[in-house]
């Protein structure tokens, strides 16, 4: 009876082990089927996207491309961050400026992000920094929001330990509020990269010279779908890859102080 129930707890070990890979595998040959069923060119099977994503590589056009992109998501993605977290710590310790600013949030919120976009490009040019504008504006309020609730919800306990100890704030924010946000900092960090790529593209199709959202829109032109699905697979993989080798590890490395 152990034997039999020690072999279960393996098998179900080994199937939880390789279950990602079964479903990608899945999901692989169900695109092949409707594929091959639908036999169109707006349906491409696996095959020949992997032969115009190599392509793709081998050309450097897929390379320069990305690197123009992620160029943009690292700069925006960092300035919202930075900008972000230190005013929504504010707005969360601030009733008074919180209630100042509250509508001021409400409505960047709920500002669509085309609208933003046409209106940088409008106002500053069809120049860098004002894509870069567009999407810091756009992917802010997110992160104000996120971690002025955080804040809200810091132990009360923790910061009048802090207080009766003569912590620095320097000391406070490091030792006793940042751990403390670090699941809303996470929480920002991982739907910031959702959001911020797919604005990005917008600003790219929008405005710019280079860039996926650039090259995508070519191939809409073109109904060149085989690049398209290319080009999207390629920048999901390195999110993906962000997440696997950057945010898991330093998310893992927050959380030890809870052991």
Not at 236 to 251: F, G, H, N, S
Request: proline residues 3%; charged residues 10%.
């Amino acid at each position: 009876m152990e034997t039999m129930c020690y072999f279960k707890a393996k098998l179900i070990m080994t199937i939880n082990k390789y279950l990602p890979t079964l479903s990608l595998l899945i999901f692989l040959a169900v695109w092949q089927g409707v594929a091959s069923y639908l036999h169109s060119n707006t349906l491409p099977t696996p095959q020949v996207v992997a032969i115009v994503f190599w392509q793709a590589i081998v050309s450097g056009q897929l390379p320069y491309h990305l690197g123009a992109t992620l160029l943009r998501l690292v700069v925006s993605f960092s300035i919202s961050m930075l900008l972000g977290c230190a005013i929504g710590i504010v707005l969360g310790r601030n009733k008074a400026l919180n209630a100042f600013f509250d509508n001021w949030l409400v409505i960047f919120l709920n500002v669509p992000a085309l609208v933003t976009i046409i209106l940088c490009y409008v106002w500053f040019g069809l120049v860098e920094s004002a894509a870069i504008l567009a999407v810091v504006i756009n992917k802010l309020p997110n992160v104000i929001v996120t971690i002025r609730e955080g804040t809200r919800a810091l132990d009360t306990d923790l910061m009048d330990m802090a207080r009766c100890y003569h912590f620095s704030k320097t000391k406070t924010l490091r030792h006793v509020i940042l751990p403390q946000l670090q699941p809303f900092l996470m929480g920002a960090t991982r739907s910031g990269l959702a959001l911020i790529w797919k604005i990005i593209l917008v600003v790219e199709l929008l405005g710019r010279s280079n860039g996926m959202g650039y090259q995508l829109h070519l191939f809409f032109q073109m109904f060149d779908v085989a690049s398209i699905l290319a080009y999207t697979i390629a920048f999901v993989a390195v999110i993906q890859l962000i997440e696997l080798l950057i945010l898991k590890p330093l998310d893992k490395q927050a959380l030890r102080w809870r052991r």
